[in-house]
């Protein structure tokens, strides 16, 4: 079963930063895109950003600046820079993956399934 795991989120003030990281693990052929989504209080999830297998990038508008995504594909990992951040950008972040999964492999075939996976999501604080 594929898996992301999300760590990087806590406490931080007005004007700090973060990194997220966001790992996927199991029995994985690909992963292809990768992004983050956050959902802060009583609000619908958003994107934040995602980045391709070849490292294309798209960011939501209000993180342009202020935000980096980036991946290792060796290590099935995806990173969030947050810079300057803001009290609005309290929220839980999520990360996100298309990935394709082995389901069987034989010494001439190999079977698989594609998936979008979710991770359990981090919390980000801003607050002084």
């Known amino acids: 079963q594929v898996q992301l795991v999300e760590s990087g989120g806590g406490l931080v003030q007005p004007g700090g930063s973060l990194r997220l990281s966001c790992t996927a693990s199991?029995?994985?052929?690909?992963?292809?895109?990768m992004g983050w989504y956050r959902q802060a209080p009583g609000k619908q999830r958003e994107l934040v950003a995602r980045?391709?297998?070849?490292?294309?990038?798209d960011y939501a508008d209000s993180g342009k600046v202020r935000l980096t995504i980036s991946r290792d594909n060796a290590k099935n990992t995806a990173y969030l820079q947050m810079n300057s951040l803001k009290f609005a950008d309290t929220a839980v972040y999520y990360c996100?993956?298309?990935?394709?999964?082995?389901?069987?492999?034989?010494?001439?075939?190999?079977?698989?399934?594609?998936?979008?996976?979710w991770g359990q999501g981090t919390l980000v604080t801003v607050s002084s």
């Open positions: 996100n993956a298309d990935v394709s999964e082995i389901i069987a492999s034989g010494s001439v075939s190999l079977e698989y399934r594609d998936l979008e996976v």
């Open positions: 199991g029995s994985i052929l690909n992963v292809h895109a």
């Open positions: 980045i391709t297998i070849s490292g294309t990038t």
